[in-house]
């Protein structure tokens, strides 16, 4: 299981800073513009669960973004906004 969880945390990053031979849509940001602070993996639903600070990075315009990312990785993402000045939702 934490070999798939490395993989898709994996991919995900690549797929937002590397770029390796990714096509992505036009003007991505990068996980840091997104303020990703953790990736989790949840097997049972074949989910990556991504906690971020700015969520409307991450969907994109009319959900460009997600759909792409989510095609490109063949799961599903919940994304889960966290506020750093509370500390809510980042555990």
């Known amino acids: 299981m934490e070999d798939k969880a490395k993989y898709y945390k994996s991919l995900f990053i690549i797929y937002f800073d590397g770029c390796y ?3 992505v849509e036009p003007n991505t940001p990068s996980t840091y513009s997104m303020g990703v602070c953790k ?4 097997e049972t639903d074949k989910k ?3 906690y971020l ?3 409307g ?3 994109g315009k009319g959900g460009c973004t997600i759909d792409a990312l ?3 990785l063949d799961i599903n993402i919940s994304i889960v906004e966290v506020n750093l000045l ?3 939702n980042i555990v």
């Open 48 to 50: 990556l669960i991504v």
């Open 57 to 59: 990075l991450l969907i």
């Open 70 to 72: 989510e095609k490109y």
């Open 21 to 23: 031979g990714v096509d």
């Open 39 to 42: 990736l989790e993996y949840v």
């Open 86 to 88: 509370t500390c809510e």
């Open 53 to 55: 600070r700015k969520p």
